[in-house]
């Protein structure tokens, strides 16, 4: 347990570190205001919660099933806010993220590919449940910009007499493409560039690094495989819209 003179060390260290961070969002007038405070100070109240959760969930095999429960429907929560422009944007949020997730982390342990203790089953699982959320926002988002920015193509397809679902499929493919660009370059990058927290969390947990690396490499694949079942999920539902874009009606006759 470390003492209150520790804390206290480690606290002033990370609010010199974030209050850097606020001062050069300021002074390039990037527009970020508090939100790297306010959201490094809720991170603290959140992992404090969790640590003392996981202290019990860790002894107490039944209770991860609720843990996981949580982690998924405020990831759920979150994107379905993220998507809220679009058409059924929260429904569609929460269906990706919840079919990325349980689909990835499902396969992973059905294929023995990590043991099914309840430590790997809360780390697995939170990784790809943050990373199905992110692909959900990320895919929405690009995919509301793009039907923005290819209206004209959109509105020439539906004149055609084709169905929404078609008109918007292509952009729904730009949409999942740009969003799994991120996690494509740091897995390329891993071991070279970054080495990825799963890996480090590894060796601090006593792992030696063949295994750190074992973990590492099962967690990249289920990542990329819940973000891409979540970005196209996201993008086919969001693409079967009546509308031209969000908010925009159909072309006439169409």
């Known amino acids: ?3 209150l003179t520790d804390l206290g060390g ?3 260290g990370l609010l010199v570190v ?7 969002g300021r002074v390039a007038g990037v527009g970020l205001g508090w939100a790297p405070l306010t959201s490094l100070l809720r991170a603290v109240v959140q992992l404090s919660v969790v640590a003392l959760l996981l202290r019990g969930i860790l002894t107490v095999e039944g209770t991860v099933v609720a843990f996981v429960l949580l982690m998924l429907a405020t ?3 979150t994107s379905a806010g993220r998507l809220r422009e679009l058409w059924h944007g929260r429904r569609i949020a929460v269906l990706g993220v919840c079919v990325g997730a349980t689909t990835s982390t499902a396969l992973v342990f ?17 990784i790809v449940i943050g990373s199905a959320m992110s692909a959900a926002t990320l895919a929405g988002r690009n995919f509301l910009r793009g039907a923005h920015h290819r209206r004209d193509e959109i509105e020439a397809w539906l004149s055609l ?3 929404p679902a078609r008109a918007h499929l ?16 740091q897995t390329r990058s891993t071991g070279l560039v970054t080495l990825p927290g799963a890996f480090v969390g590894a060796l601090f947990g006593g792992a030696s690094p063949a295994q ?6 099962v967690v990249l694949a289920a990542i990329a495989l819940a973000m891409t079942t979540c970005g196209i999920l996201v993008t086919r539902l969001l693409g079967r819209t009546p509308y031209v874009g969000p908010g925009v009606s159909r072309p006439s006759g169409t």
Do not use: I
Not at 170 to 184: D, I, K, T, W
Not at 212 to 217: H, S, T
């Open 75 to 77: 990831a759920s929560w």
């Open 110 to 126: 059905a294929l023995h590919l990590v043991d099914l203790q309840t430590r790997y089953v809360v780390a697995v699982a939170g």
């Open 212 to 217: 750190a690396a074992q973990f590492q490499l």
């Open 170 to 185: 292509e952009v729904g493919q730009e949409a999942v493409r740009e969003s799994l660009l991120p996690n494509l370059d």
């Open 161 to 163: 007499g084709a169905t």
């Open 1 to 3: 347990m470390p003492s």
């Open 10 to 12: 480690f606290g002033a």
């Open 18 to 24: 974030v209050g850097t961070t606020v001062a050069l």
